[in-house]
């Protein structure tokens, strides 16, 4: 048995149910996808669930449906632990990126999220430019980063490698941790309130899952060690809820070798704060930083102030965004004209069938 504020329930979601949730139709909060199948949390206990034919028919994109962290009404099939899903709620927060490959789709990564913790292991795969991409993401999601240097036991200058992360991410908490030593695991938990919801993110085998162990005392992630090679390897496999002990619900997601950004103009804006107050010192407000006098962006760079290789990250990224846009925007309109023909099509069998 759940409380539903123990689940993160809160008035953002009591305010859109306008009377639906009653004996038979509750709300619950996804606790995990699995491959069309869901596991859920109410105040009925762990059900699982699946969607409704409506639901499912009335879904033309892959952020239509449930994903870890929404909530969802219900019904409860009489006798059983197995609901159907009728209506996801609308959500707070969306951790969403580019579905991989050429596909231009949203995959929501986690939904209704307070915070998200990205988690990079002190080992050759540790990349201050991945660390860019993923800030940018989570400050477009509307939930407040948070950066992990994990296996900090494995590294003899940790706080070097913290110093370099907090010169890319200004007012970002970044913690060294070890699940070995202990080292930042008291801290880490310090920063989620019995009310919050967490999301841990980063490539596979940083040690998101081993630290949400460190957070449950208790294994309840399998955990695998990296490759020879330094590599991650997959241990989680699909994105799961878990309630701490003493208040507060954390979400693992499985490691991404990929990460394509969706929608990041303002992710982009607050990752890189310090490239935009410059660029509002230029003399020419559509100035494109490249040999334009009075550029205040080339000056820093030239100077030092501003490393070369954080203005090319930022530019790449923008790039991606603004590719991105083009082919969202293009396939937004097959998506809408799918829509209407489908309705066109459903009105001319109700014509059909009244006819008779």
Not at 12 to 19: D, R, T
Not at 218 to 235: L, P, W, Y
């Amino acid at each position: 048995m759940f409380r539903l504020e123990d689940l993160g329930w809160g008035p953002f979601f009591q305010q859109q149910l306008n009377g639906e949730a009653t004996a038979s139709f509750v709300p619950a909060r996804v606790a995990e996808e699995m491959k069309g199948a869901y596991r859920l949390y109410c105040e009925r206990g762990d059900l699982t669930a699946s969607l409704s034919g409506r639901l499912r028919h009335e879904a033309l994109t892959r952020d239509a449906v449930p994903t870890a962290g929404d909530w969802v009404l219900i019904t409860i099939r009489a006798g059983e632990q197995a609901a159907v899903i009728h209506r996801v709620l609308g959500r707070r927060t969306k951790l969403s990126r580019k579905v991989a490959g050429e596909r231009t789709d949203e995959q929501v990564l986690a939904a209704n999220v307070d915070k998200v913790f990205v988690v990079a292991a002190l080992n050759e795969e540790f990349n201050v430019r991945r660390i860019e991409r993923y800030l940018a993401a989570i400050w477009q999601s509307g939930a407040k980063p948070a950066v992990l240097l994990n296996k900090a036991d494995l590294c003899d200058e940790a706080n070097a490698f913290v110093r370099r992360t907090e010169a890319i991410a200004p007012g970002v908490p970044v913690l060294a941790t070890s699940t070995v030593t202990g080292l930042g695991v008291d801290a880490m938990r310090d920063k989620i309130d019995v009310r919050e919801t967490a999301a841990f993110a980063g490539s596979s085998g940083a040690g998101k899952s081993s630290l949400i162990n460190c957070l449950l005392s208790e294994d309840r992630q399998v955990v695998r060690d990296i490759r020879a090679d330094g590599k991650g390897r997959h241990a989680t496999t699909s994105r799961q809820i878990f309630i701490l002990p003493g208040g507060g619900v954390v979400i693992d997601t499985p490691g991404l070798r990929e990460l394509g950004l969706w929608r990041a103009e303002e992710g982009l804006e607050r990752t890189f704060s310090d490239i935009g107050s410059l660029a509002r010192e230029c003399t020419f407000r559509d100035c494109r930083h490249a040999s334009e006098p009075g550029c205040a962006v080339r000056e820093a760079i030239e100077e030092g102030a501003l490393p070369e290789e954080r203005y090319a990250s930022y530019r790449k990224l923008e790039r991606e965004r603004e590719f991105t846009a083009r082919r969202r925007d293009k396939a937004l309109e097959i998506a809408e004209k799918k829509r209407w023909k489908r309705i066109q099509m459903d009105n001319r069998q109700r014509m059909r069938f009244r006819r008779r």
